[in-house]
């Protein structure tokens, strides 16, 4: 449920009316309803309240500084992939002892600033890095929490591009190597090997692959603790899906219970990294129609976003609901929604069925709050459009537009 809806005649964000934003502040713009950016955050930790576990939204799907502020109130960690996540995630007022750290590729100047940060955990992700982490924290003094990244080598049926928990994926450490590699951890001075972790993939549209690579962490924890390695926390990762077109993935509930009753009698805290489910549907992207262009193929319509504002169609085939701001009711054909761009891969949509739009007109870009500004470019020298933040009746901008001077700026007198 979203608060992006309906209502005599045109849409709405809340309790705005979405054409008055979009002549407010100009197009193309990002708007997040507060409203359902809490609503998604409480259904999705509530789902987990009759275990310890700790909620870290993943900054990487939608990292703006008021969002994480907002999660942050609710008293919500953070899951980072970098150091600019970890600066973006302390500058928002993150309690640093609910921040998790992943990624294949750590640098050792991110490690330091994690250490000296005193975050929760290090997700490491090979032998390489433990060592590398090892080094870090002695040199430093101190000793770094962490848990292994494990590929438990489970299919998420998701799209390639995103499924990271196969044994082909470039993430985490294989499950044979995973013991020999924990007993090494243990006689290294600067790590406490704390946790077990895994994400197997995103925008995943059934409990089960969680379930499976579950079944298999509970093992290693089992081993582990046989070999008088006890583990206190374990990092399931995020990737519950969203409904972009038809999609229908499990509620967060059901994960919730799923994940609960397996872990029935371990005594775990149990990591959570949702994204998408928390921001994907919070957000819309607006944009204008420029020109409507027929040809004998097609009938495109040129908006005023393109690929790098929103580059998830282009780069993934992804599908985003499209709807005019304020419908007119014309007759639907089949409609290609393409931004200035010069690549024929510069589209929103293509043979999009939909009523006609004419020049000037909105469209709005549904579930655009995760992976969509996050991922979004310069590209063609495009400043980054804005964010807006909707609660109830009031708007606030919480990015403003990129001007010229943010385009030329870095590379001026140098
Ligand atoms: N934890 C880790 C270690 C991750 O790599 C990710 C996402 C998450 C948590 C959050 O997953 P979520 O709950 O949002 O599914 N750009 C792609 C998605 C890439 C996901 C990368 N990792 C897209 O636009 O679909």
Known sequence: MHYFQEKDGELWAEDLKVKDLAEKHGTPLYIYSASTLLRHYQAYDSAFKDIPHLTCFSAKCNSNLSVLELFKNQGAGVDIVSGGELYKALKAGIDPSKIVFSGVGKQEFE??????????????????????????????????????????????????????????????????????????????????????????????????????????????????????????????????????????????????????????????????????????????????????????LKNFVVVDAAMNDLIRPSLYGAYHRIAEVVPQGRDERKLDIVGPICETGDFLAQDRKMPGIEPGEYLAVFSSGAYSLAMASQYNSRPRPPEVLVDGSTDRVIRRRETYHDLAGPEENI
């Open 111 to 296: 490690l330091e600033q994690a250490l000296d940060a005193d975050i929760l955990m290090f997700n490491v992700e090979s032998r390489q890095e433990l060592h590398q982490l090892n080094h870090v924290a002695e040199n430093k003094g101190k000793t770094a929490r962490i848990s292994l990244r494990i590929n438990p080598d489970v299919d998420p049926q998701t799209h390639p591009y995103i499924s990271t928990g196969l044994q082909k994926n470039k993430f985490g450490i294989n499950m044979d190597q995973a013991i020999d590699i924990y007993k090494e951890a243990m006689q290294m001075k600067g790590l406490e090997p704390i946790g077990i972790d895994c994400h197997i993939g995103s925008q995943l549209t059934k409990v089960s692959p969680i379930l499976d690579a579950l079944e298999r962490l509970k093992q290693l924890y089992q081993d582990l603790k046989e070999i008088g390695i006890n583990i206190s926390h374990l990092d399931i990762g995020g990737g519950l899906g969203i409904t972009y077109e038809e999609e229908d993935p499990p509620h967060p509930s059901e994960l919730g219970k799923a994940l609960t009753d397996s872990l029935q009698g371990y005594p775990l805290t149990l990591i959570l990294e949702p994204g998408r489910v928390i921001a994907g549907n919070a957000g819309i992207m607006v944009t204008k129609s420029l020109f409507v262009k027929q040809t004998e």
